[in-house]
T-cell receptor, first 115, second 109 residues
Framework: KAGVTQTPRYLIKTRGQQVTLSCSPI?????VSWYQQTPGQGLQFLFEYFSETQRNKGNFPGRFSGRQFSNSRSEMNVSTLELGDSALYLCASSLGVPESNQPQHFGDGTRLSIL | QKEVEQNSGPLSVPEGAIASLNCTYSDRGSQSFFWYRQYSGKSPELIMF????GDKEDGRFTAQLNKASQYVSLLIRDSQPSDSATYLCAVINDYKLSFGAGTTVTVRA
């Protein structure tokens, strides 16, 4: 079974630009979550989607947004990029059955560098 | 208070020894607990999950959960050089995984 697929793997942007990252979950998984990982802050939760609905959101500014499509694929967007947005962005998927906290499986991540 | 705290590393153990990793969490209502392994430059890989009090064994790994003490641990028996990695404890609430800072383990040959 194919794992979680994230594209692109690497991205270089400049301040003020915007970026869109993509995530395809494991087949059959309906929940997709996004995390930011930096050396200073560790792994931090951005948001979680299930059946195209955001069920939870972390403490990030409104510049960070996401969406999920009917096929469970998800995208996250960051607008007006700042130097501090340089990080590894990780997507994770799980079965996401409501009321069930299933294990989440991570993709390889997108490494975003802001110049 | 951080949601998830792990014992500070790094932890260095000789090959063949037991590595013991500890984690505490703040939300008493938490129900599901996970251990992830992350090699340098790679993404986290799920190695164990535990939902009930007690021990859960999977190969050389044993997870232990004590909800009364809000404590979860991971034991790695017969440690191998390939176990050298950062181990992340995670707790899930409302579909959100909260991670500890991680403990870096080095297995000395």
């Amino acid at each position: 079974k194919a794992g979680v697929t994230q594209t692109p793997r690497y991205l270089i942007k400049t301040r003020g630009q915007q970026v869109t990252l993509s995530c395809s979950p494991i087949s059959g998984h309906r929940s997709v979550s996004w995390y930011q990982q930096t050396p200073g802050q560790g792994l931090q939760f951005l948001f979680e989607y299930f059946s195209e609905t955001q069920r939870n959101k972390g403490n990030f500014p409104g510049r960070f947004s996401g969406r999920q499509f009917s096929n469970s694929r998800s995208e996250m967007n960051v607008s007006t990029l700042e130097l501090g947005d340089s990080a590894l962005y990780l997507c994770a998927s799980s079965l996401g059955v409501p009321e069930s906290n299933q294990p989440q499986h991570f993709g390889d991540g997108t490494r975003l560098s802001i110049l | 208070q951080k949601e998830v705290e792990q014992n500070s590393g790094p932890l260095s153990v000789p090959e063949g020894a037991i590595a013991s990793l500890n984690c505490t969490y703040s939300d008493r209502g938490s129900q599901s607990f996970f251990w992830y392994r992350q090699y340098s430059g790679k993404s986290p890989e799920l190695i164990m999950f535990i939902y009930s009090n007690g021990d859960k064994e999977d190969g050389r790994f044993t997870a232990q959960l004590n909800k009364a003490s809000q404590y979860v641990s991971l034991l790695i028996r017969d440690s191998q050089p390939s176990d050298s990695a950062t181990y992340l404890c995670a707790v899930i609430n409302d579909y959100k995984l909260s991670f500890g800072a991680g403990t870096t383990v080095t297995v000395r040959a």
